[in-house]
Each structure stands twice: as structure tokens, then as C-alpha cells.
């Protein structure tokens, strides 16, 4: 079935990175643009950005350039999500999402589990 | 960036109630506009597309409607798997962004 597994929780200092991944299968990984969310601890959902599959070409949301970086191995249908000198606010859950077209309506139908990041002297 | 503001941020209801929640855009999306589902330690689950698109798998109890700057997400007959905090987002354009989010929450 279709599907998305995220790499598992994280803890690491203030000042380190982190590389999440989010491995795709049950369907051709480069048809549907990759999606990065992220969900602080009793928060709600926030839009990072999303990879295009095919081309590679990342677009970042405001608040998440220069230290957050989105990348590919098409051969391993995985997406990365790569985050460097981490900050205690970065705490928080990731997720990765499919972007699946209908009718001309765009939707995240597809979610990875989530990968927790925990930023903490 | 289009602004999404849910309504009520929470609410209490009891099995069987009728329960809706409103999303509005700080400008006209069209029917740009998702619905999603969360319950506490999962991913969102997608519910509805396109404003008023049922996701396959869903229950017909959760519809959708509104176009432009109004949006709704009705429950018709509330279960105890729908407890839950739901999502709007728009799709319209760049950055994506959510609403607030609403928990729906047993009376």
C-alpha cells in the first residue's frame, strides 16, 4: 500500500543538525511533490515547504531558509529533511506528505508517521 | 500569506450531535481549501479536498462546503472516533497555511 516511513526520534544538542528521512513506497515516488510540516508540542500544523520529485527544486516557507534544507534520493523514493545549528525552538514533530492532484485540487492525502526532534543541553 | 482562522477553537458535543466548524481566508481561495483530521499522537488524516471532495475511506458523515472566503466542515452525526483536533489549510498558494486548528472534545 502507499505509503511513508519516517526515520526515528531525535535528540541533540543546541548548535548540532539533524537529517530526518521519509521513505515512500507503493507508488512511483517522483509523480507527487514531497511536503515538509512541522508540529510544535501542543501546537498546531505548520506548512515548511515541498520538494518538487521530479526536478529536485526545493521552495522553502518564510522562517524555514537558510538552515532547513529539503533534498532527494529518487533511486531510494526517499526525501530528506536536513536541519542545521538546531535551536531548542526547533523541538518538535516533522512530518513529510504526498501531494496528490485531483481535479484540479491539490491535497496532502499521504502522511508519514512523524519524526520527533528534541533540541536540549 | 493568506491568513486561516478556525472557529470555535474548541468545542464540546456529545454522540450523535450535529457539529460544524468554520475556516475563513483572509482573501478568495475559490475551493482551494482542505479538511483534516488529527487525533492526539498521529499524522493528519486527510478528510476533505477541493472544499467539498470526499477523501476515499471517509466517512459520509463529514462533508464540506464553502467557496471564496467561507468554508465549513460538518460532522452530521458526531461518533466517538471523531474526537479529535481538525485542520483547514488552503491550497491556493504559497505558503500553504493552516488554520488554527479546532478540538472537538466529549460533552
Known amino acids: 500500500q502507499v505509503q511513508m516511513v519516517q526515520s526515528g526520534s531525535e535528540l541533540k544538542k543546541p548548535g548540532a543538525s539533524v537529517k530526518i528521512s521519509c521513505k515512500a513506497s507503493?507508488?512511483?515516488?517522483?509523480?507527487?511533490?514531497m511536503n515538509w510540516v512541522r508540529q510544535a508540542p501542543g501546537q498546531g500544523l505548520e506548512w515548511m515547504g515541498w520538494?518538487?520529485?521530479?526536478?529536485?527544486?526545493?521552495t522553502y516557507a518564510q522562517g524555514f531558509t537558510g538552515r532547513f534544507v529539503f533534498s532527494l534520493d529518487t533511486s531510494g523514493s526517499t526525501a530528506y529533511l536536513q536541519i542545521s545549528s538546531l535551536k531548542a525552538e526547533d523541538t518538535a514533530i516533522y512530518y513529510c506528505a504526498r501531494y496528490l492532484v485531483r481535479g484540479g485540487y491539490g491535497a496532502l492525502d499521504i502522511w508519514g508517521q512523524g519524526t520527533m526532534v528534541t533540541v536540549s543541553s | 500569506d493568506i491568513q486561516m482562522t478556525q472557529s470555535p477553537s474548541s468545542l464540546s458535543a456529545s454522540v450523535g450531535d450535529r457539529v460544524s466548524i468554520t475556516c475563513r481566508a483572509s482573501?478568495?481561495?475559490?475551493?482551494?481549501l482542505n479538511w483534516f483530521q488529527q487525533k492526539p499522537g498521529k499524522a493528519p488524516n486527510l478528510l476533505i479536498y477541493?472544499?467539498?471532495s470526499l477523501q476515499s475511506g471517509v466517512p459520509s458523515r463529514f462533508s464540506g462546503s464553502g467557496s471564496g472566503t467561507d468554508f465549513t466542515l460538518t460532522i452530521s452525526s458526531l461518533q466517538p472516533e471523531d474526537f479529535a483536533t481538525y485542520y483547514c489549510q488552503q491550497a491556493y498558494n504559497n505558503p500553504r497555511t493552516f488554520g488554527q486548528g479546532t478540538k472537538v472534545e466529549i460533552k
Open positions: 477541493g472544499a467539498s
Open positions: 507503493g507508488y512511483t515516488f517522483s509523480t507527487y511533490a
Open positions: 482573501e478568495n481561495i475559490g475551493s482551494y
Open positions: 520538494i518538487n520529485t521530479k526536478s529536485g527544486n526545493p
